[in-house]
T-cell receptor, first 112, second 110 residues
Framework: DVKVTQSSRYLVKRTGEKVFLECVQD?????MFWYRQDPGLGLRLIYF???????EKGDIPEGYSVSREKKERFSLILESASTNQTSMYLC???????????FGPGTRLTVT | GQQVMQIPQYQHVQEGEDFTTYCNSS?????IQWYKQRPGGHPVFLIQ?????EVKKQKRLTFQFGEAKKNSSLHITATQTTDVGTYFC??????????FGTGTRLKVLA
C-alpha cells in the first residue's frame, strides 16, 4: 500500500514565523501535490511537482513556496505565516499524471 | 476557467436508503476520479473512469461516466453508517493537475 506521511498532525505557529511542512511518500511516485482544505472551499491546489527539483504553481500559490530535492520528499514552506493561512494542509502523491492521488493524513495548521 | 461542480452539497439519508451524487464539468474530461473522505480523515482514492458511458461497480457503489464525458455520478445502494463522509469527484486540468469538485457530504441516520 502507498504510504504518504506528513511531519505533523497539528501545528500552532505565530504570525510572521517561517513554517515548514514536510511530506514523504514511499512508493516512488513521480508526482507530489500540496493542497489546502477549508470549509466550503473544498480542496485547492497550492503547488505540485512532477519530478525532482521541478515545481509548478497551483491555483493559490501566493505566500507559499515548495522544495523537492529528493523524489520521495516534498516540502511546503510558508515564508511568513499569516492568520489567513490557518487551514488543513494535505499532501498527495501519484504514480503518473493520469493516476489516482494518495493523500497523507493532513496537518492542521493554526496561525495566531 | 474549468469548473467541476457537484450536487447536492449535503444529503441526509436513512440507513438502507439509496444515495446519488452528481458531478458536472464545464469542459469535456479525458477521465474522472472519485474520492471519499471520512469525517476527520483524508481523501481516499476510490476509482477512475476513462471511457464514455463507462459503468464500474465496487460492492454497493456504482460509478458512471456520461456519454459526453462531461458528467459523472456515484450511486450507493442501501447505505450503511460506514458510508458517512464527503465524496469528491476530480477532473484533469492539464497534464498533472486535477480540479476537485466541491464535494457531497453524506450523513446516514441509523
Amino acid at each position: 500500500d502507498v504510504k504518504v506521511t506528513q511531519s505533523s498532525r497539528y501545528l500552532v505557529k505565530r504570525t510572521g514565523e517561517k513554517v515548514f511542512l514536510e511530506c514523504v511518500q514511499d512508493m516512488d511516485h513521480e508526482n507530489m501535490f500540496w493542497y489546502r482544505q477549508d470549509p466550503g472551499l473544498g480542496l485547492r491546489l497550492i503547488y505540485f511537482s512532477y519530478d525532482v527539483k521541478m515545481k509548478e504553481k497551483g491555483d493559490i500559490p501566493e505566500g507559499y513556496s515548495v522544495s523537492r530535492e529528493k523524489k520521495e520528499r516534498f516540502s511546503l514552506i510558508l515564508e511568513s505565516a499569516s492568520t489567513n493561512q490557518t487551514s488543513m494542509y494535505l499532501c498527495a502523491s501519484s504514480l503518473s499524471g493520469r493516476s489516482g492521488q494518495y493523500f497523507g493524513p493532513g496537518t492542521r495548521l493554526t496561525v495566531t | 476557467g474549468q469548473q467541476v461542480m457537484q450536487i447536492p452539497q449535503y444529503q441526509h439519508v436513512q440507513e438502507g436508503e439509496d444515495f446519488t451524487t452528481y458531478c458536472n464539468s464545464s469542459t469535456t474530461l479525458s477521465n474522472i476520479q472519485w474520492y471519499k473522505q471520512r469525517p476527520g480523515g483524508h481523501p481516499v482514492f476510490l476509482i477512475q473512469l476513462v471511457k464514455s458511458g463507462e459503468v464500474k461497480k465496487q460492492k454497493r457503489l456504482t460509478f458512471q461516466f456520461g456519454e459526453a464525458k462531461k458528467n459523472s455520478s456515484l450511486h450507493i445502494t442501501a447505505t450503511q453508517t460506514t458510508d458517512v463522509g464527503t465524496y469528491f469527484c476530480a477532473g484533469p486540468s492539464g497534464t498533472y493537475k486535477y480540479i476537485f469538485g466541491t464535494g457531497t457530504r453524506l450523513k446516514v441516520l441509523a
